[in-house]
C-alpha cells in the first residue's frame, strides 16, 4: 500500500504546485492607457484587470481587462466627444481583451488574445514587458488596432491607433 500511495502524493503535490506558482496581481494606480495617431491622442480611465502571470512560466498566464469608454479624454472637449461618439458608447460602454496565450518573445512577452471593440471582436497581439519587483512590478505593453476593423468609420477617425500600457501591479 505504501509504494502506491508515494507515487500518488508526489503526482498530487507536483499538480498543486503547478496552479501555486501562477501569481495573481491587481493594478493599482497610477495606470496609463493611452492611444495615439498623429491627429488625435488620448487616455482612457476605469481599468479592471485580472492578471495571473508568472515570468517563468508565461505559457501558464491568463490576462483579461476591460475599460470604460465614457472615461475616454483626449484633454479638448469636442475631440472626446467625437471619440466617445465614434466608439458608440452608449451602446457598447466597454472595451475589453482576453488572452488566448502568452509567449516569451525576444523583447519581453506576447499576450495573444481577443479584444472586443464596439461590439467586434477580433484577434491581436500584446507586446509587453514586465519589471518584477518582487511584491510589486510593471507591465509596459503597446499594440496597434485599426479602427475600421472594429466598424469605426466616423469621419476624421485614423487609418491605425496605437495602443500604450503602463501597469502597476502588486501581489
Do not use: C, R
Not at 97 to 115: I, W
Amino acid at each position: 500500500m505504501k509504494k502506491i500511495m508515494y507515487p500518488v502524493l508526489i503526482a498530487l503535490i507536483v499538480s498543486f504546485s503547478a496552479f501555486i506558482a501562477s501569481t495573481t496581481w491587481k493594478v493599482k494606480e497610477p495606470y496609463e492607457v493611452k492611444f495615439a495617431n498623429g491627429k488625435i491622442h488620448g487616455e482612457f480611465q476605469g481599468l479592471k484587470a485580472n492578471i495571473q502571470f508568472d515570468k517563468t512560466h508565461p505559457e501558464d498566464a491568463k490576462i483579461s481587462a476591460s475599460i470604460d469608454v465614457s472615461t475616454l479624454s483626449t484633454g479638448f472637449f469636442i475631440k472626446t466627444m467625437h471619440a466617445k461618439d465614434a466608439l458608440d458608447a452608449d451602446h457598447y460602454p466597454t472595451i475589453s481583451f482576453a488572452s488566448t496565450s502568452v509567449s516569451k518573445s525576444s523583447n519581453g512577452y506576447d499576450a495573444n488574445g481577443k479584444l472586443t471593440l464596439k461590439g467586434v471582436t477580433k484577434p491581436v497581439i500584446i507586446h509587453f514587458t514586465f519589471d518584477d519587483k518582487g511584491n510589486e512590478g510593471v507591465f509596459n505593453g503597446n499594440f496597434k488596432i485599426i479602427p475600421k476593423d472594429f466598424n469605426i468609420t466616423k469621419n476624421g477617425t485614423p487609418d491605425d491607433l496605437q495602443i500604450m500600457l503602463n501597469v502597476p501591479v502588486t501581489k
